[in-house]
């Protein structure tokens, strides 16, 4: 599930992966779905590199967001 949605963002965007800026604690990182409770939270350098960060006991979608 990660690398086929890492290789899909890779491609541009692409809505099933429903990228989005983040608010609040990480209001610097962008994130993306790898599955419904699988996020990657990556930020962006002003060089235009792309960090993705391995975040770990996150928990799940309801826990995240209240949903």
């Known amino acids: 599930m990660v690398s ?5 963002f890779q491609k541009g965007e692409d809505e099933t992966l429903r ?10 990182f962008w994130s993306f ?8 939270i990556y930020s962006v350098n002003k060089d235009g590199s792309i ?3 391995i ?7 309801s826990e995240l967001y209240g949903k």
């Open 4 to 8: 086929l949605a890492i290789e899909k």
């Open 19 to 28: 990228i989005h800026k983040l608010k609040g604690t990480f209001k610097n």
């Open 33 to 40: 779905d790898a599955d419904y409770d699988l996020k990657i």
């Open 51 to 53: 960090v993705i960060h």
């Open 55 to 61: 975040l770990n006991n996150l928990g799940t979608h």
